[in-house]
């Protein structure tokens, strides 16, 4: 039988390591420059650039919205622990990798995990959607 799986499911696979084809390795292969070929911040083009940095990607107050819009019909206690793991206050490379796992945080002490894991299960299938739209937008732009 063949599994349902989310188009996204290898992109992330591949994002989560070194294998997603960013300016910064093929530059390591090549003479091509490291920078990202889809703005002029003359950054590297890496995972960070892609999730957290490029303004060529126009929609992440959508994403934002969207997961506002989930977490809002929750408790103020889970809307802090989920804002709070999200958090930019964490470092560049933390956000990210929290943003590419699909991995249920532990459930907080006073909170059932049922209605936590799904919660969780609804963020990470907005993230899935999100993240391919943006890996979409990519192979569009970078072939126009
Ligand atoms: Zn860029």
Redesign the pocket.
């Given at each position: 039988m063949k599994a349902l799986t989310h188009p996204v499911a290898d992109a992330l696979h591949k994002l989560r390591g070194p294998h997603y084809p960013f300016q910064r390795h093929i530059a390591n292969t090549t003479q091509a420059p490291a920078t990202?070929i889809?703005?002029d911040?003359e950054?590297d083009?890496d995972t960070i650039?892609l999730l957290l940095q490029?303004p060529?990607y126009t929609h992440r107050t959508e994403i934002a919205k969207h997961l506002n819009s989930i977490i809002e019909r929750y408790d103020k206690t889970i809307q802090q622990e989920v804002i709070r793991y999200y958090s930019n206050s964490e470092s560049n490379l933390i956000q990210s990798a929290r943003i590419l796992s699909r991995t249920i945080p532990p459930t907080p002490n006073d909170l059932r995990s049922a209605p936590w894991k799904r919660l969780w299960q609804r963020i990470f299938e907005v993230l899935d959607d999100h993240i391919y739209i943006m890996i979409s937008q990519r192979d569009k732009l970078r072939k126009t």
């Amino acid at each position: 039988m063949k599994a349902l799986t989310h188009p996204v499911a290898d992109a992330l696979h591949k994002l989560r390591g070194p294998h997603y084809p960013f300016q910064r390795h093929i530059a390591n292969t090549t003479q091509a420059p490291a920078t990202c070929i889809l703005c002029d911040t003359e950054t590297d083009e890496d995972t960070i650039h892609l999730l957290l940095q490029c303004p060529a990607y126009t929609h992440r107050t959508e994403i934002a919205k969207h997961l506002n819009s989930i977490i809002e019909r929750y408790d103020k206690t889970i809307q802090q622990e989920v804002i709070r793991y999200y958090s930019n206050s964490e470092s560049n490379l933390i956000q990210s990798a929290r943003i590419l796992s699909r991995t249920i945080p532990p459930t907080p002490n006073d909170l059932r995990s049922a209605p936590w894991k799904r919660l969780w299960q609804r963020i990470f299938e907005v993230l899935d959607d999100h993240i391919y739209i943006m890996i979409s937008q990519r192979d569009k732009l970078r072939k126009t």
